[in-house]
């Protein structure tokens, strides 16, 4: 009767849930290679009181959620989650094992992989099942972005992979949807060896560069903290919010959760204005999630304007004033 | 294979049964005359309610305690009292006993209910009895309700 | 305290140049450093070591060559250094990686109390090795460290965590993997480079000194399989204006009209 054999799993990561819709966008896409395998999307969610993680993961799309709820699985644990879910595993043999690429799922993957003789790619920008093969076909960054991979796990089960988050859209939430929820008996857990005596929770800035509809980016190119500091004004005019490369961020100019790409934030805005950005991947897997992008800089062939809509090439600090200035006298 | 035990689930309300969520359940018989029954009905979107209806019936005589009708009190033979507590309701027997508990806990974007209980049928066997936070429900035949129940006319 | 820190000899990512048409990295003519995190692991391992006692063993897996990043590591105050070479480790992704290093781990005497290694490399940029390491030797692991006591057999460590920052207690052996923010890393001060490549010696291992068949390392020994190198797709459809500061702030404002964030002017 209850076939989850050769499902497409998804880790279920709520910590922080609120802020972290990963593994919603996880679900959207587990439905798409679902669709190609011909199977359903399973998300595991282990914890204590975890009920409605599992109501919002039927919401927005799974099939099945598979639950074990235990006081001993409150925090977010790598040996007791890896011994948990590879006997999981073992047992159901899931087909596909995708999790977020948090700072959870990029410590705890590894390990369960391992237990499971099995491969696992690292912060994923793309996932495809190849039709021919069925192949999980892993897209990851490597030598800093300035390449992407294609990885395939050819016959180790399940095909493992993290995901870098907000590259993939959440589908919306459905009251009406009704899916499956199995509870597998759970047995004792050792004591784990490794223990989280305090856990204090981020300090929210105001910052919100992942729901923000528009968001300004900015670079070196902008050459000094007060040509940056333009970008507030322009942001303001534009009702967005500010992002900065890494390297802009190392010059001071801004705070660290103002950071954008692939160790930073992922944006799906509607617009991102990039300026001053050459476009490393890095930084554009931050950005790629937005519906348009309109880079400025003064650069013609920076690689940025290989990913943009509209691409302006100027020097930031000719345009910014007058920009400011028009949109001033515009709104 | 590990032994599990599984149910469905609602994206929006659930009640909390043998440990599990379900979007709905039915014990006993509805649809008999005077006999027991134990209806917690699937709630729609829309709705924040929980939707009980049952016919409770006194331990060791069988004779009828109260009926309620989508959580209101419908026939009320032994004087029963309704009690609203915060987000959900109490059944009281006149000696001030609860007899039935149903609160409602409103997450996000969902709903919760879990119900306190300990009830008898006609022939006095315990169908539902408390379990953890919420109850236990003792037949094998419980049915899950994904769709609300219907009543024969 | 007997310390373990892994390393690997990486490109220095910011200066290579790719091959367009063979879709690989030109090595010819880019620096190799050390990754830059192992060498944070390494700073650590040697104030652990003067406030602990103990000693420090370098652990590489390459190719011959990664023999300079041993140097450097001695030469900036390691007390050991094994180079794991083989042709047969060609290829390995990280299950693979972590084999071996792990295997080399456990010949050591005595078993070492703490092993370290940054919590991920600039090339790969995968952080697997670490946690995968302590599973194959079963020990515990802490990701992302940037703070170490060492209270006995015991550690406390905190860490960031997704914005939270956790205080964690761990025993003695385990393992670490460190983020920049555990101590300031410029450059290791190679006091003694001379030393290095005149007095220590490099010990190296090879397959079959770990006791290791060749179906299990290297590409032969991994999981998965890179199918296809290439580069970031360019999105289509890009308009690219050139101009007057002016014309081009005119043709922002126009995208910004069309996308009904801009109102029309009348």
Known sequence: ?331 | MIKYRESKISAHHNYLVNDMLTPGFVVGEPDKQGGFYFLADKVLAGESMPRISCRLLEEGSGNLLVELNWNRIQSNPKACIHQSIPGGFQILLSSGNVLLEVQTQAFANGYLTRIKARLYDEKGFLRIEPLGDSIKVHDAEKPVLDSPFSFSP | MNIVVFIKQVPDVPNIRIDEQRMTIIREGVESIINPLDCVALQAALELREREGGRITVLSMGPPQSEEALREALAAGADKAILLTDSAFAGADTLATSHVLARAVSKLRPFPDLLLCGMQTIDSDTGHVGPQIAEELDLPQVCGVNEIHVDGDLLVLKRLSEGFLDTIRAPLPALLTVSKELCPVSDLSLGAVEAAFTQKDIIRWAAHDLGLHPDEVGLAGSATHVRKLRQPAARTGGRIVTGSPQSIVDALIRKLESMSILDEED
């Open chain 1, 1 to 331: 009767m209850s076939k989850s054999f050769g499902d497409v799993w998804i880790f279920g990561d709520y910590r922080d849930y609120f802020q972290n819709r990963i593994t919603l966008q996880l679900i959207a896409k587990g439905k798409d290679l679902a669709e190609m395998l011909n199977t359903g999307t399973t998300v595991v969610l282990l914890g204590e009181q975890v009920h409605q993680y599992a109501m919002e993961y039927v919401a927005h799309g799974a099939n099945t959620v598979m639950v074990a709820e235990h006081p001993k699985l409150k925090e977010y644990e790598v040996e007791t989650y890896t011994t948990l879910l590879s006997q999981w595993v073992k047992s159901y043999r899931p087909e596909i094992f995708i999790a977020g690429a948090t700072s959870f799922g990029r410590e705890f993957f590894p390990r369960l992989a391992k237990r499971l003789r099995t491969g696992l790619s690292a912060d994923c920008v793309d996932l495809e099942v190849d039709p021919k093969s069925l192949l999980l076909v892993q897209t990851t960054p490597a030598f800093g972005g300035e390449l992407l991979a294609e990885v395939v796990t050819p016959d180790r089960r399940p095909q493992m992979a993290t995901v870098h988050p907000g590259v993939f859209r959440e589908l919306p939430h459905n009251s009406e949807a009704v899916g499956r929820i199995i509870y597998p008996d759970v047995d004792v857990f050792p004591e784990p060896r490794v223990k989280v005596i305090r856990s204090r929770p981020p300090i929210k800035g105001k910052v919100s560069l992942e729901d923000a509809s528009v968001v300004i980016a900015g670079g070196m190119g902008l050459r000094s903290k007060e040509q940056f500091e333009l970008l507030y004004e322009l942001a303001e005019l534009l009702e967005g919010e500010v992002g900065a490369t890494r390297p802009a961020i190392l010059s001071g100019w801004a705070d660290e959760e103002r950071l954008l790409g692939q160790t930073g934030k992922s944006v799906k805005a509607k617009l991102v204005i990039s300026i001053g950005t050459s476009g490393a991947l890095q930084f554009t897997t931050g950005i790629q999630g937005a519906e348009t992008v309109i880079a400025i800089n003064r650069d013609p062939d920076a690689p940025v304007f290989r990913i943009v809509d509209l691409g302006l090439v100027a020097d930031a600090a000719a345009v910014l004033p007058i920009l400011i200035e028009t949109l001033r006298r515009r709104l």
